[in-house]
């Protein structure tokens, strides 16, 4: 039979030791921060320093009401704004057609996490400046919420494989960010699609979810 692990080596232990680096450096943001030259900065790193403690809870089934899509799209936006500052990469604009009153259920911070994946790797396809359409509605069966973006699109070679563990074109990344974001789409119940866009050019990512 295998051995279970000592308590000190599960991820609550391993969450319990990250809890404490982010305490660090949330404390050395602050001490940036008494520098107004460092005020923007100091910002950011504060704003990371919460996510990845969000992010911390992600793996605990959620009791709270579903979350408005609006606020979850704001947090992963807001994210993916920091990424491109912090890298003084070029900027994304981000625009949004979502039926009024849409909200998932489940853990809000692992929604946070897909749309975060997806905006992330649409910005790390493009070239330089572009955009991320996001449309939600409902349908008869649930929920459809579709990620477009203007970079150089998917090559069909490697469509298939985009989900798989490790698998990645880009160098010195582990390849799982689309593999986390299917696993906690199908958590809660739903299907995610990649494909080219339809009309012009780039990604479409469609999440299917089911009503309840
Ligand atoms: N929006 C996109 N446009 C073009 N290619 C994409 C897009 N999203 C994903 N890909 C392709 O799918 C591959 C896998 O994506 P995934 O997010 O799983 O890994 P990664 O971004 O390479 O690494 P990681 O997410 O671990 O940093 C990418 O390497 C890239 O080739
Ligand atoms: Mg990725």
Do not use: Y
Not at 29 to 52: C, F, M, N, W
Not at 72 to 90: T, W
């Amino acid at each position: 039979m295998a051995m279970q692990p000592a308590p000190d080596l599960t991820l609550e232990g391993l969450v319990h030791d990250l809890r404490n680096v982010l305490e660090t450096i949330s404390d050395s943001a602050e001490l940036i921060a008494a520098d107004p030259k460092h005020a923007k900065l100091a910002g950011t790193i504060r704003r990371s320093v919460q996510r990845g403690a969000r992010m911390l809870t992600s793996f605990h089934e959620s009791t709270l009401a579903a979350l408005e899509l609006d606020l979850i799209l704001d947090m992963a936006i807001e994210c993916s704004r920091d990424f491109r500052q912090a890298v003084k990469g070029p900027t994304i604009e981000f625009t949004r057609q979502i039926e009024s009153g849409l909200r998932l259920r489940g853990n809000p911070a692992a929604w946070e996490r897909v749309f975060t994946n997806l905006f992330l790797n649409a910005g790390q396809a493009m070239e330089g400046d572009g955009t991320v359409a996001i449309t939600a509605r409902g349908t008869e069966r649930g929920i459809e919420i579709l990620v477009e973006d203007s970079g150089p699109g998917i090559s069909p070679k490697i469509l298939p494989r985009i989900f798989e563990p490790h698998f990645s074109t880009r160098a010195k990344r582990s390849g799982l960010g689309l593999h986390i974001v299917q696993t906690i789409v199908a958590r809660h119940g739903g299907e995610i699609a990649a494909s080219n866009r339809p009309s012009g050019q780039g990604a479409m990512f469609r999440i299917t979810l089911p009503r309840n």
